[in-house]
């Protein structure tokens, strides 16, 4: 479950991070690793109708991290939102990230299902009004094999989530959808998470693609840079009786 946060106290969740990386890195790094994909990226996104958010007005700075190996793989991303000015003349600052290893359990050729993996996620962030969250999610996940041109990967996660936040620190179920389509410089993108279960909140469904066109050609460089939008359908937001929909506007540079 994705939380919308901001005062910032980052020093914890971003060393935390930090090191997880590292290590990560260490390991995938080592002699018996093998490779098959890495991407780093970082987008700016633009948005006027945000709910929960100050006058709705929300930019987020996003740093992410793809890559997949022999025994698994990693996705890592950390945000920094910043809400329109309020009465005072401040801005909310938030931070929220999530780090997200899997494992591959076994794997499977000429099957619907590529893989079944062990994963997991923490998910921390902090807010100048005080809130902070770190929420530990250990499941199991299936790779697969979708028959449709271009699609280049999904998944599918149930996890069960040991919450540790200033709302609440009930646990939970929850079910993550994960695609990636690209064809003639298109691309379409996202995931689905869907949380339930939760003693002090309301079952909840944020529905997250990214509609893109990849600039590369067209700007004659070696790095791709998307250009598109993305949309939030978020009901029940944070668990509370609140639905969100709004695109925003988004630029993507991948390194």
Do not use: C
Request: aromatic residues 14%; without cysteine.
């Amino acid at each position: 479950m994705r939380f919308n946060l901001s005062n910032l106290s980052v020093t914890k969740p971003l060393t935390i991070a930090a090191v997880t990386v590292i290590a990560m890195g260490t390991m995938s790094t080592s002699a018996n690793a093998k490779r098959f994909f890495s991407d780093t990226s970082i987008s700016v996104l633009y948005g006027s109708d945000y709910e929960l958010a100050e006058e709705g007005e929300l930019t987020t700075l996003t740093l992410e991290h793809a890559s997949a190996f022999d025994w698994g793989g990693l996705f890592f991303f950390v945000d920094r939102l910043q809400g329109s000015s309020d009465a005072a003349g401040s801005r909310a600052k938030d931070i929220y990230g999530e780090l997200s290893p899997k494992f591959k359990i076994s794997d499977y050729s000429n099957s619907f299902i590529k893989q079944v993996n062990l994963a997991g996620t923490y998910e921390f962030g902090t807010s100048s009004s005080g809130f902070e969250q770190d929420n530990y999610l250990v499941g199991v996940g299936v790779d697969l094999d979708i028959p449709i041109d271009g699609m280049k990967y999904a998944s599918a996660s149930l996890y069960h989530a040991f919450n540790d936040d200033t709302f609440s620190d009930a646990d939970d179920q929850q079910i993550t959808l994960t695609y990636g389509w690209e064809k003639n410089n298109f691309i379409v993108d996202g995931y689905v998470d869907y949380s339930f279960n939760n003693d002090d909140k309301k079952d909840s469904l944020h529905i997250n693609p990214q509609i893109k066109y990849n600039l590369q050609e067209v700007l004659g460089i070696d790095n791709r840079v998307e250009l598109g939008v993305e949309y939030s359908y978020w009901n029940n937001k944070f668990g509370q009786d609140v639905t969100q929909s709004v695109p925003s506007a988004l630029l993507k540079v991948h390194f």
